[in-house]
């Protein structure tokens, strides 16, 4: 491996900029960050340059360990988006400069010189300043620079990001030259999609200081695991779905899946539908995919080789389409879809027309969390709480809706009877007196994840993680997952065993622990910390939220025996989240 | 020069006009009138003047402190600038303030002020004295007050050169396998380093001009701690006016050869900066 981080976490201000990250990089790989501004990429990129020390983790390079290496030892070329050109150095000096440093003789500077200028198309230039060149040509002047030493490892920050589109085809194209005739490991940080697409070896999409998936470019595109990389990569709609034995329900229409891995039991999901996905026609015979729904043309727009619709869907089809952020950043509930020259050919649309919606393919996100439904005893109560803070930011962040749910008898202690309807998605209710038995009774009919939110509930730093049962251990990672890559907080593993301090000795609840954060980290891309407590389970864990503010807790469990009686401490009018995962014991 | 080229300000003309006229009126007529007053003097009685050990004395303090004055500034001055620039401290704006301190009190106040603290007996001063070291009433005294007075120029021409230093050129440098010492001499220097000839420009040229603090400090013994300026005044005192515009003129041509020749040198500075040279 060229690049090696493990755990690599970066905090400003108490504020995780870059949090828990690792990933390996292999010789000669063109690897892209990709990110949003503000995703810790470029302070990623900087930490392997050696500019920015890490709070915490390993950096290796090519197997040499240098995390507490300066950059002035570390040999990597790094390239930035303002080019640092030494203006008052020719290019010639700028190119040499570091083989200046490095006491190099005049002849062999100006050997290397010469083979850089050609490597990078400025044969000729050797006397020219910074200040008579283009853009583009600085930027060359740079990249020509930054391989003088003979890095093992290039680093591009955002280097195209000063240059109009012409020169940077062109550079993009000359940096990928240079980058397979060197061989050279490289990681380029963008915030601009199609230029990962172009270049990349594999992608790293970051986003609020977590690297959330690596893969191919075609791989991350065709089949995200998270919804923000379903949504960055590219356009995406969302759409609430149900998972069944046959396949995808949306709006009353079954599709099946592209991965056939048979439903255990039936839940709501989170789909993909790539605007290039959906097909419209005049009428729903006409339509050679499944269909969908109804809908209106609401905008119709012109880009060259594609066309660009929204159609706003029937709303008696009553179709769960997750709203996306419109162009002036307003959530909007239309269906995106883009068609290409043929497509137009063959059925010109204009606003306001009326046409049939059909979805060619879909993908379904892996994660547990699809959609909140605020449960209360009365219909205000449940209003009132769906509008808190905390639910509506959480909402926003993970693309998804707020529902709301009467449960007359929630309040009445010991109340019989059954649920009024099946449950979906994550259920929320309020924090409070009894808050414990409201949370058995839910859990009891049928609830499978039960956030129990107070009010004014601040958004968490830290996300603290446990189960009671085996059964849950897989649920409340992923869900963890989930909540964790919505949420800038650190991930804390809680392991608590029974007794007082002679846990150091307990051999098979250790290798619970590390078995526990290797799964995370394997099937769920979470980095999590570990912690060791000793005592009951509920006790400790209320103790753990009493000792430091903005903490939620995820735990997960099976048996809800004398459920309401343990969990009372934790639950009864306590000042944090809680997110109950129950799955049973098969 | 286009008259039509559009602006805020009324006119090519009438703004030409206005700065001809400021100029004449505030500087070159009240230059051309010292000038011709000594000039009215007869020849031997300008050279006698001019050259008298008193006054060659006054020139060399004058200058000399000025010149170490501004030198002291440039090095200090950058310090300064550079703390101010590059960290964030706890009282980072007072002190910013306070630099500019020295511009807004009667320079007789700061002349005060020196030679209390460094007198025999003030409060350095008292330390200085059995070290042998003494400072006010000596010429090292002079330079004392005139460092005070010009260090806000220094300050001010650097910071600005300063801020536009960028992170990313020391970052580059870094990565490139320059150590500190190598990044300050190959890549902050010479970036801030007509900044700096503009500092030391400012802070001479105020130096030689100064007067109201010096002469409390400077003892003003002929031939040792009179500088040029107080020497004006006791001829004046004494209504020598021709004599005390005879020494102005030496100062004017003095100071005037020295602006000059670090102008051509910044010209010849940006020149090989912007348009390039072979090195």
Known sequence: ?586 | MSLRAPSVLPGFGLTFGFTTFFLSAMVLLPLAAMVLAAGSMHWSDFVHVVFSARALGSYKLSFGASFLAASINVVFGFIIAWTLVRYEFPGRKLIDALIDMPFALPTAVSGIALTTVFAQSGWIGRYLEPLGIKVAYTWLGVTLALTLISMPFAVRAVQPALLEVQRDLEDAAETLGAGRFYVFRRIILPTVLPALLTGFTLSFARAVGEYGSVIFIAGNLPMKTEITPLLIVIHLEQFDYQGAAALGLVMLVMSFTVLFAINLLQAWGRRRHLLGANS
């Open chain 1, 1 to 586: 491996m060229s690049i090696t981080l493990d755990q690599v976490t970066k905090h400003y201000g108490g504020v995780p900029v870059v949090n828990d990250v690792s990933l390996d990089i292999g010789d000669g790989e063109f690897f892209v960050l990709l990110g949003p501004s503000g995703s810790g990429k470029s302070t990623l990129l900087r930490a392997i340059a050696g500019l920015t020390g890490v709070d915490h983790g390993r950096i290796a390079l090519h197997g040499r360990d240098v995390t507490h290496v300066g950059a002035r030892k570390r040999g990597v070329g790094l390239v930035f988006q303002n080019y640092a050109l030494f203006r008052h150095m020719t290019v010639a000096d700028n190119i040499e400069f570091a083989l200046r440093v490095r006491h190099v003789r005049g002849k062999v500077r100006r050997q290397r010189r010469q083979e850089l200028l050609r490597l990078v198309a400025l044969e000729g230039m050797d006397q020219r300043l910074p200040a008579q060149l283009s853009g583009g040509q600085q930027q060359r002047v740079a990249v020509a620079r930054a391989l003088a030493h003979k890095p093992e490892v290039l680093l591009l920050d955002e280097p195209f990001g000063a240059l109009d589109a012409k020169i940077r085809e062109e550079l993009r194209r000359t940096i990928r030259e240079v980058q397979r005739e060197l061989g050279i490991t490289t990681v380029l940080v963008t915030h601009d999609q199609d230029e990962a697409f172009a270049m990349a070896d594999r992608i790293g999409i970051m986003n609020l200081g977590r690297l959330l998936e690596v893969g191919a470019p075609h791989d991350l595109y065709s089949r995200p695991a998270t919804r923000f990389v379903a949504t960055f990569l590219g356009a995406a709609n969302l759409l609430l779905a149900r998972r069944t034995t046959d396949g995808i329900q949306v709006a009353g229409t079954t599709i099946a899946a592209g991965d056939r891995t048979p439903a255990v039991y039936e839940h709501e999901v989170v789909a993909v539908v790539r605007p290039e996905e959906v097909e419209i026609a005049p009428a729903r015979a006409a339509l050679a995919s499944n269909y969908l729904a109804g809908g209106v043309v609401d905008e119709v727009v012109f880009t060259g080789a594609l066309e660009k619709l929204r159609v706003r869907l029937d709303e008696a089809a009553q179709t769960p389409l997750l709203a996306h952020s419109g162009a002036d950043g307003e959530s909007v509930e239309l269906l995106q879809v883009t068609r290409t020259q043929h497509e137009q050919r063959g059925f010109s649309v204009a606003p306001g027309q009326s046409v049939a919606v059909g979805v060619r393919r879909v993908h379904v996100l892996p994660t547990p969390l699809s959609s909140f439904t605020a449960c209360a005893a009365t219909p205000q109560l449940a209003q009132e709480l769906s509008r808190e803070p905390l639910l509506m930011e959480l909402a926003a962040r993970m693309k998804t809706r707020i529902g709301t749910r009467c449960e007359p008898k929630l309040g009445v202690a010991d109340a019989e009877g059954e649920a009024s309807a099946d449950f979906v998605g994550t259920t929320v209710i309020a924090s409070q007196t009894d808050c414990a038995h409201r949370a058995e009774w839910l859990l009891r009919r049928g609830a499978r994840d039960l956030l129990v939110l107070p009010a004014g509930a601040a958004a968490p730093q830290r996300v603290l993680i446990h189960w009671m049962g085996e059964a849950a251990r897989s649920a409340t990672l992923a869900v963890s997952a989930s909540v964790l890559r919505h949420v800038p907080a650190e991930a804390v593993y809680v392991g608590i065993f029974p007794g007082q301090g002679n846990g150091g000795r307990d051999a098979p609840g250790i290798r619970e622990l590390l078995d526990a954060r290797s799964e995370a980290q394997a099937a769920h891309g979470l980095e999590m910390r570990t912690e060791l407590r000793f005592g009951e389970v509920a006790e400790e864990l209320a103790r753990r939220l009493a000792e430091a503010p903005a903490q939620m807790l995820i735990v997960g469990v099976t048996d809800l025996a004398r459920f309401a009686e343990r969990f009372r401490n934790l639950l009864d009018g306590g000042q944090w989240p809680v997110l109950i995962v129950h799955r049973d014991a098969p």
